[in-house]
C-alpha cells in the first residue's frame, strides 16, 4: 500500500537551530517525492521536489530509497520557517494523485 | 493570473442540508482534485478528474460527488451533510502527470462546518 509517514506532529526550535523534519513512505516503485508548504493564512504551495535536487528557502531533501525516506533539512532555521510541512507522494499512476503524510507543524522560536 | 479560486470561504450546514463547493482555475489545466483536510490526517482525496467530463473517486469518496462540465471548474457537492464533514477543503490542479508536469497548484480553501 501507498503510504507517507511524518512521525512529528510539532517540531519546535530556536532560529539559527538546525531543523530536519522527517518523512518515510512506503511504495513497490520509483515513487516522485515532494514537500509542500501552509504559511499560515496562505494557500498550500510546492516548496521542493526530489527530481528537482535543489534548495528552496535553504531547505533540501534528498530521497533515500535504501531507507524509503525523504527528510526536510535546513542548516539554520528562522522565525519565518514557521508554518505546516506536508511531505506528499506521487506514484506512477497517470493520474497526479498526491498522497500526503500527517503534516508537522514547524515551530521556530526568537 | 487568479491560479486556483474556491468559492466559498467558509461556511455552516445543518446536518441533512445539501451544499456545492466551487473550484475555479484560469490555467487551462486537465487534472483536478479536492482534497480534505483534517487535524493529524494530513490531506486525504475525495475525488478527482483527469480531463473535462471525466471524474474518479479518491481515498474518501463517501457522501460526496463531483462534476467536471467545463475544463475549468470542478464542483464538489454535498448531498446530506452530516457532521462527520467538517473539515477543511481544498481543490487542487495540476498541468499533467510525471517529473514537472506534477506540482499541485492550491486554492485558498473552504471552511465547512456541519452542527
Known amino acids: 500500500a501507498q503510504r507517507v509517514t511524518q512521525p512529528e506532529k510539532l517540531l519546535s526550535v530556536f532560529k539559527g537551530a538546525p531543523v530536519e523534519l522527517k518523512c518515510n513512505y512506503s511504495y513497490s516503485g520509483s515513487p516522485e517525492l515532494f514537500w509542500y508548504v501552509q504559511y499560515s493564512r496562505q494557500r498550500l504551495q510546492l516548496l521542493l521536489r526530489h527530481i528537482s535536487r535543489e534548495s528552496i528557502k535553504g531547505f533540501t531533501a534528498d530521497l533515500n530509497k535504501g531507507e524509503t525516506s525523504f527528510h526536510l533539512k535546513k542548516p539554520f532555521a528562522q522565525e519565518e520557517d514557521s508554518a505546516m510541512y506536508y511531505c506528499?507522494?506521487?506514484?506512477?499512476?497517470?493520474?497526479?494523485?498526491?498522497?500526503f503524510g500527517q503534516g508537522t507543524t514547524l515551530q521556530v522560536k526568537p | 493570473n487568479a491560479g486556483v479560486t474556491q468559492t466559498p470561504k467558509f461556511r455552516v450546514l445543518k446536518t441533512g442540508q445539501s451544499m456545492t463547493l466551487l473550484c475555479a482555475q484560469d490555467m487551462n489545466h486537465e487534472y483536478m482534485y479536492w482534497y480534505r483536510q483534517d487535524p493529524g490526517m494530513g490531506l486525504r482525496l475525495i475525488h478527482y478528474s483527469v480531463g473535462e467530463g471525466t471524474t474518479a473517486k479518491g481515498e474518501v469518496p463517501d457522501g460526496y460527488n463531483v462534476s467536471r462540465l467545463k475544463k475549468q471548474n470542478f464542483l464538489l457537492g454535498l448531498e446530506s451533510a452530516a457532521p462527520s464533514q467538517t473539515s477543511v477543503y481544498f481543490c487542487?490542479?495540476?498541468?499533467?502527470?510525471?517529473?514537472?508536469?506534477?506540482?499541485?497548484?492550491f486554492g485558498q480553501g473552504t471552511r465547512l462546518t456541519v452542527v
Open positions: 487542487a490542479s495540476s498541468q499533467g502527470t510525471g517529473g514537472w508536469w506534477t506540482e499541485a497548484f
Open positions: 506528499a507522494l506521487s506514484g506512477h499512476s497517470n493520474t497526479g494523485k498526491l498522497i
